[in-house]
């Protein structure tokens, strides 16, 4: 195939009852979970108002303000999949606007990652599919290429790898490594378990903070 033309399908995909369980946790307890690496950052802000994201990684690389591959990309899309462009984080061109991001909701797809830009907020805002972004511009895409689907990426300073597990919700958007995903997963449940006992001591007055002066005690302070 030639550099810069290529599709690199048949990559592991997880399994429904994965990205259904991975759905239920915020990301600030996954992220905690991977030593806060596989993040966004927070150059990717939602565009949409509803929504939550989450879903396989179907991954695209193109020159920056050309969405040529993305089309094709959405041809290629399986229901649940989200669509991740590295556009190399230009703001100059929009990637997708109203009409490819309707067509990605009648096909199934979970929702768009772009490190780039988007247009027609507005209606992407009144819908329920997610949609994170650099930026927005009224300029519309190129359409020539180059690009590659379902290989490596960088979006928001965030690797992507094809079959990764993309969460997205109100804090922002991460990678959940497919190959660790489990045992990520089973983490961030405990985790989210402990954090709701915390908060039921909270309400019925029985918290214990003695944990604060003992951590500083053993650094050294004298209270």
Known sequence: MIPGFRIERGHPRPSIDLVTAFRTIPTAIISDNMNRLFAGGAALRPFH???????????????????????????????????????????????????????????????FVIDGAVRDTAAIAAGDLPVYARGATHRGPYKDGPGEIDVPVSVGGMVVMPGDIIVGDEDGVLAVPLADAWEILALAMAQQER???????ITDGSIDRSWVDQTLKAKGMTL
């Open 49 to 111: 108002r509803t929504g939550t994201l989450c879903g396989a990684a179907l991954t695209v690389h193109t020159r920056p303000g050309d969405n040529l591959m993305v089309h094709k990309a959405l041809d290629v899309a399986e229901p649940g999949d989200v669509i991740v462009v590295d556009a190399g984080g230009d703001t100059t061109n929009a990637i997708i606007g109203e009409i490819m991001w309707s067509y990605a909701r009648k096909r199934g797809v979970a929702g």
């Open 195 to 201: 954090e709701t006992g915390i908060l039921r001591s």
